[in-house]
């Protein structure tokens, strides 16, 4: 059967030496990433965990520790792993006093995950978080059931093949999005031929897309 709403996520990771000037880029990288991903959602949530399971290897191990970033989904949740070489120096959940300018990375991370924990390997430990999504399942699309129906209607338009075939990258997002103006036009020729102004639609269209994200920043 054809998959015409999949979207490949493919777990990755990344080796960094655990500086405070590393986090902005590996910030940057999970943003880009789950932009790739369709899961803009839970950027803000994840870049954050990113800082905060970074900052805890700078603090309790040591700056300049060799880590790696691993990002996979895990059903329809987004899973967040930090591996560092120390299995002693355990992440702790403290209560920090208001007036404390440290103390709160692990606090923030059980704030906006869903869980998180810690794994013990002989050589290493890794620190994890998952953040759950708008996703129905692992491999599906986020933003509800206009979404899901854009997306099977570009697999109509040979986006499917392509998007099976290789993982999620800028060129895939590109040529979607090609085909997602021809479908546009295919469908402002359908108004044009059964007499339909076709700005009329595409400005009632723009006011409807408005109107729904608006009631989605409520």
Known sequence: ???????????????????????????????????????????????LCVTELVSNVITHVGSG??????VSMNGTHLRIEVHDPDARALPTLVEAAADSEGGRGMALVDAVAERWGVVLHPDRKVTWCELSTQLSSSDGHSGGARVARAGAMLGFYGVTRLSRVTAP???????????????IADLLHWLRAHGRDGDEALDRAQMRLEAELGMDGD
Request: hydrophobic share 50%.
């Open 1 to 47: 059967m054809e998959c015409t709403r999949c979207v490949p996520r493919k777990p990755w990771g990344i080796p960094f030496v655990a500086e405070t000037r590393e986090v902005p880029a590996l910030r940057r990288i999970m943003r880009l990433h789950l932009g790739l991903w369709g899961i803009c959602e839970v950027s803000d949530a994840a870049q």
């Open 65 to 70: 520790t060799p880590a790696t970033l691993a």
């Open 169 to 183: 990258s800028t060129l895939g997002v590109a040529v979607a999005a090609e085909a997602a103006i021809e479908v």
